[in-house]
């Protein structure tokens, strides 16, 4: 049961992560390959703003000369508005540069930068503590099934916003966009400013489930948010269904749920550290498998009757 | 007459090709001006300038006394000028319906916190589909409406590009060879529609096209077009009679 729960929490987390990213690659064509760094964003401005006196006091006991953590002391919501507003902004100062170039420039833009904010969680020690990371980061509730509830009702919250914009007028635009610029621009869409939004919801809702994350973990360290990451993200949004936000959900349970997770059944053999290996090889393997024989995912994107848009929109 | 759009020496070059070299026209307002001129000439490099694709290295351009040249395309389009394609750029993975619901300007669910006035937006979104399926009706792409665009054929992706160019409610509409693929009966449906938009709607058009009875039939005035410069001006009847436009482009 307890097992149970610490999955299903991790998925939901995850889930909203794979939301984020079909808005952005799915939907608008923007690859973002520096989520984990905009989920660290989101899971260490949480940290550092929740995190009770007493940590800094044992950090200090322990010889830290003492920083920001600890001294705020923020409740849970203002960490997570915090969280999400803080992940949008960085994303928005990186777009201003990086959205007027072409997508392949802005993966590669987007590593670094998910790389560079590893190296500051892991070298500004008065603000993050550095490799050792924060402890004792509050859990609402201090109960885990009320805050699975809680994190099933913020991945509600997400999926509602972005399937709502995705379907809204204003989606139409960031599909346009994906389809052909030239042609969207020559419709009288800003194009700079639909792939700019699409960018900083995308990465602000990253930056929730970092939140998410650190107040569930109740522990951060820079070292959890590698690339991995980014990519067990990118693998069970493709293999789910990109372009399909049901789809993701499914991703998400299938690859996160059943493997990353899942796998922590099986039984050891051989050496301590071939059981996780096994786990990405098989998750490699199946995103091969969907690659080459359902690239549509497991729910592809489904369009929608004029006459059902009209009725529900 | 009004002159609605007014190009003045305009000159865009790339490297050492000379795209367009000082070419300069007046579109009458309500008129339907062809431009003609053998490949390579400079039409569409022309049509990239006007709407905004390319910035002009020199040289002006005014719709409706305004000068437009160096502005964005989505701002020109905000204007009232819409462009289509040569190849006809259907947004492919979009339905028919959402390609032309997706084109009519200032609705309010185009931002994020637009989108979720919920009463406007399905007022809009119903009126302007009541607009959009009128006009899908008359081009005979009602039936289509829920298919993908890229499941039309050559000729019904040209219709929904004028379409959906009409849906921006455009004054003028530059339409870089609107029959390119489409078949002798949906070429006259074009034509016709394009007449009947002057004519109902007070449009303007410049066209570019290869053939011929298009272009003798429907524009007048008709603009030559070589080597970026401007070869002629005239009514059909001039073109044809024209020796010079014969030797580079009709063929002697």
């Known amino acids: ?313 | 007459m009004a002159t609605i759009l007014e190009a003045k020496e305009v000159y865009k070059y790339f490297g050492g090709i000379k795209a367009v070299d000082g070419f300069s026209m007046e579109v009458e307002n309500k008129s339907i001006t062809g431009l003609i001129g053998p490949n390579g000439a400079g039409k569409t490099t022309f049509f990239n300038v006007a709407a905004g694709i390319y910035q002009p290295d020199r040289g002006d351009i005014f719709f409706k006394g305004e000068q437009i040249g160096g502005l964005r395309p989505d701002q020109i389009c905000q204007k009232g000028l819409t462009r289509t394609f040569q190849i006809a750029r259907g947004l492919g993975e979009m339905t028919v319906w959402e390609n032309v619901m997706l084109a009519p300007k200032a609705q309010t669910g185009e931002s994020p916190f637009g989108a979720f006035i919920f009463k406007r937006v399905k007022k809009e979104e119903k009126e302007n589909w009541e607009k959009a399926a009128a006009l899908l009706q008359e081009m005979g792409l009602y039936e289509q409406r829920n298919e993908y665009a890229k499941n039309l054929s050559a000729g019904q992706r040209k219709m929904l590009e004028i379409t959906r160019a009409i849906m921006t409610d455009p004054e003028i509409l530059l339409l870089d060879e609107p029959t390119a693929g489409a078949t002798v009966d949906e070429t006259k449906k074009i034509m016709a529609e394009i007449e009947r938009l002057r004519d109902e709607k007070g449009l303007t058009f410049l066209v570019v096209e290869h053939k011929m009875e298009v272009i003798m039939n429907i524009c007048n005035p008709i603009y030559v077009m070589h080597n970026g410069q401007n070869l002629a001006v005239g009514d059909p009847k001039d073109i044809q009679g024209n020796k010079q436009v014969r030797e580079v482009y009709l063929g002697g």
């Not at chain 1, 995850?14 to 079909?22: H, T, V």
Request: charged residues 10%; glycine residues 10%; hydrophobic residues 55%.
């Open chain 1, 1 to 313: 049961m307890e097992f149970a729960l610490t999955i299903a929490t991790i998925v939901a987390i995850y889930c909203i992560l794979g939301l984020a990213l079909n808005l952005q690659f799915g939907y608008t064509n923007l690859p973002n390959f520096g989520i984990a760094g905009f989920f660290a964003v989101g899971a260490y401005t949480s940290a550092i703003l929740t995190v009770p006196h007493r940590f800094l006091e044992m950090e200090i006991f322990a010889g830290f000369p003492g920083g920001v953590p600890g001294r705020i002391e923020a409740p849970f919501i203002v960490g997570i508005l915090a969280a999400t507003a803080l992940a949008g902004f960085i994303a928005f100062l990186i777009g201003v540069p990086v959205l007027r170039l072409r997508e392949d420039y802005l993966a590669v833009a987007s590593i670094g930068v998910a790389e560079a904010i590893h190296y500051i969680a892991l070298n500004e020690l008065w603000l993050t503590i550095g490799s050792a990371g924060i402890r004792l980061i509050p859990m609402p509730f201090a109960n885990r099934i009320l805050y699975f509830l809680l994190v099933l009702l913020v991945l509600a919250i997400v999926f509602y916003v972005i399937n709502r914009l995705v379907r809204s007028p204003f989606g139409r635009i960031w599909r346009a966009t994906r389809e052909d610029e030239t042609v969207t621009a020559s419709l009288g869409k800003s194009v700079f400013r639909s792939r700019m939004w699409a960018w900083v919801i995308g990465c602000a809702f990253m930056g929730t489930a970092g939140s998410l994350w650190a107040h569930y973990a109740m522990a951060i360290q820079p070292g959890e948010f590698v690339p991995t990451t980014t990519f067990l993200v990118w693998i069970f949004v493709i293999v789910g269904g990109l372009r399909n936000n049901k789809g993701v959900l499914i991703g998400a349970l299938l690859i996160i749920g059943l493997f990353e997770q899942g796998t922590r059944f099986l039984p050891a053999f051989g050496a301590p550290y071939v059981v996780p290996a096994l786990r990405l090889i098989i998750i490699g393997v199946m995103l091969i498998i969907f690659i080459r024989f359902r690239p549509q995912g497991v729910i592809p994107e489904r369009a929608m009757t004029i006459e059902k848009h009209i009725k529900t929109i």
